[in-house]
């Protein structure tokens, strides 16, 4: 699913999708996953790769130890936004989490 705000710039949606895809592809949040990628010049490659994106705002979706999904989020005015938003994605009464 895809939406955006009316004040949303268009290319934040390209940007959420890309977040979504690295978060799902990586099992990772991507706050963490840049951060890592940064401080670990074995990983600092994964910036190159054509479709992941390294910009907070990207989490996995976990229910019963398993991935079933994530969310990307951009435009929420800052990369701590993005990812709060990303994060409260969680339906904890579904067991669903974004740990």
Known sequence: ???RGETVGPHNTETARRKAYTALSTKTPILLLSRNARSNPDSQNLATLPELLLLSGGVPLWHNDQVIGSFGVAGGGSPQ???????????????????
């Open 1 to 3: 699913m895809l939406t």
């Open 81 to 99: 936004n993005d990812d709060f938003i990303a994060k409260s994605g969680a339906i904890i009464d579904a067991q669903i989490t974004t740990h």
